[in-house]
């Protein structure tokens, strides 16, 4: 794996960590009743989470064209962040809609 490919891998690890130390912030602010700031840490997580899937389709595309991407703990570490991220995000709009529903009771 060359350093460009490394480069993309903790560009990744980057955005997808951010993604889901935001939604795990939503999560935070939504139990303490604060769904407001809580719906914009989704959507702010969100963004990270879009910037981290470019790179990753910049990867894909890479592997379509012929060009091989190296299979490593870098690159599975890589994507073991962007699937937690994902799934932190759905949990907290998960839980997002369970307070406004209970809110409207």
Do not use: P, W
Not at 9 to 34: P, T, Y
Not at 48 to 69: F, P, Y
Not at 70 to 78: E, K, S, T
């Amino acid at each position: 794996m060359d350093d460009n490919k490394y480069s993309l891998a903790f560009e990744i690890i980057s955005e997808a960590g951010d993604a889901k130390s935001k939604a795990s912030e939503a999560i935070a602010l939504i139990q303490n009743k604060e769904l407001e700031a809580g719906e914009e840490k989704i959507k702010e997580a969100k963004k990270s989470l879009v910037n981290a899937h470019h790179v990753q389709t910049k990867l894909i595309q890479q592997e379509c064209t012929g060009e091989s991407v190296d299979i490593n703990i870098i690159m599975v570490h890589a994507q073991d962040h962007f699937s937690m991220a994902t799934t932190m995000i759905d949990m907290a709009e998960i839980i997002l809609k369970l307070y406004r529903q209970l809110e409207e009771k």
